[in-house]
């Protein structure tokens, strides 16, 4: 998911009632519901280094109690350094116990998980143990859903006590659990509702024959704006079709805009392109890999190898997202490489 996704997530979870175990529950569980998103500090090392570790070791089960300890020790300095200025709690406030922040850190960390999980690019929970990717496919990776409920579970209750302030109510203690937990469940309600809608849409997909030709699998991904509207990917003996279904009535390819795919056939180029950094990569993460091949024009030579993930290349868009590109030489070595089309890195 997006960041402020995870951060509101974290905040919720922080009021629904861990803020009054200890102080700063609040601050080191926001920080924590968005600190596995550090590793995006691998860009630095060029986009295949980058899209290697995205979602990593800092999204797994094995990395969960380093994220806490880096996020509790840098609160805790935090914390001595105001203290040395002489920053003093509220008497309100509960005190201050390190390891429940912890354990309140380790929880935050994986709500960024479950999160992520949810969406169709997934994660890989037991690296380094496994490698595999896992996906749910309920929700877009920006859910306005998810944004919507999450934000008024926070602001809500803050809109509420400045109204009893100003007719002269008291409040005691931390505010907003209530909301908080109103948010988080109905959160839970829009997951199993997504679920409930892409086990339609899926078994829509899979009861159908395309061209004539059974499926040998089939996958539903969401889009942001729409529960009932999928967009669904079938794969044949020979070809991948990508199609519009609804889960509410069941129509499938409704505006008869299936688009077709065949399997091209292997070949030196797309073999040397696969066994590329960017391609060894790419083809781990992917679900369904596609390739195509560009011949480059004289003065130019060589070839333009292009990979595509079909999850991302949606049926009204002419080229798809979150694709990878490597450059041959005649000679089929590797020149350039990268995320996109364009700002190749030259190959080490």
């Known amino acids: 998911m997006e960041p402020i996704t995870h951060l509101l997530t974290g905040a919720c979870l922080a009021r629904a009632g861990f803020n009054r175990k200890t102080a700063l529950a609040t601050t080191v569980m926001v920080l924590a519901a968005e600190a596995p998103d550090l590793d995006i500090v691998a860009y630095f090392g060029g986009s295949v280094t980058g899209f290697q570790h995205h979602r990593g070791i800092t999204h797994t089960l094995a990395g969960v109690p380093l994220i806490a300890a880096a996020v509790v020790g840098f609160v805790w300095l935090l914390h001595r350094w105001r203290v040395q200025r002489g920053w003093q709690p509220k008497a309100s406030s509960p005190p201050l116990r390190w390891p429940l922040l912890y354990l309140f850190a380790c929880l935050a960390a994986l709500s960024h998980i479950l999160l992520d999980f949810t969406n169709q690019y997934g994660v890989r929970p037991f690296e380094p143990f496994s490698y595999q990717w896992?996906?749910?496919?309920?929700?877009?990776?920006?859910?306005?859903?998810?944004?919507?409920?999450?934000?008024?579970?926070?602001?809500?209750?803050?809109?509420?006590?400045?109204?009893?302030?100003?007719?002269?109510?008291?409040?005691?203690?931390?505010?907003?659990?209530?909301?908080?937990?109103?948010?988080?469940?109905?959160?839970?309600?829009?997951?199993?509702?997504?679920?409930?809608?892409?086990?339609?849409?899926?078994?829509?997909?899979q009861s159908q024959t395309y061209l004539g030709a059974e499926p040998v699998r089939a996958s539903a991904y969401p889009y942001m704006t729409d529960p009932f509207t999928w967009y669904g990917v079938v794969e044949t003996e020979t070809f991948f079709g990508s199609m519009h279904v609804d889960s509410r009535t069941g129509e499938v390819d409704r505006e008869r805009r299936m688009?077709?795919?065949?399997?091209?056939?292997?070949?030196?180029?797309?073999?040397?392109?696969?066994?590329?950094?960017?391609?060894?990569?790419y083809l781990d993460w992917a679900a369904y890999p596609y390739v195509e091949v560009e011949k480059l024009a004289p003065p130019e030579s060589g070839y333009l190898v292009h990979l595509y993930d079909l999850r991302y290349t949606y049926p009204e868009e002419n080229v798809g997202v979150l694709g990878a590109t490597v450059e041959l030489d005649d000679r089929l070595a590797v020149r350039r490489q990268g995320m996109g089309r364009r700002a190749l890195q030259p190959a080490d």
């Open 259 to 281: 688009r077709v795919r065949y399997k091209p056939q292997e070949t030196p180029v797309t073999l040397a392109a696969k066994s590329s950094p960017m391609g060894r990569v």
């Open 134 to 205: 896992y996906a749910w496919d309920i929700v877009a990776i920006v859910e306005p859903a998810l944004l919507a409920l999450l934000a008024a579970g926070l602001l809500l209750p803050l809109l509420f006590r400045l109204i009893n302030e100003e007719v002269g109510a008291r409040t005691k203690g931390p505010h907003g659990r209530a909301g908080a937990i109103v948010a988080l469940l109905l959160v839970v309600a829009v997951w199993w509702f997504r679920d409930l809608q892409h086990r339609r849409a899926l078994a829509n997909l």
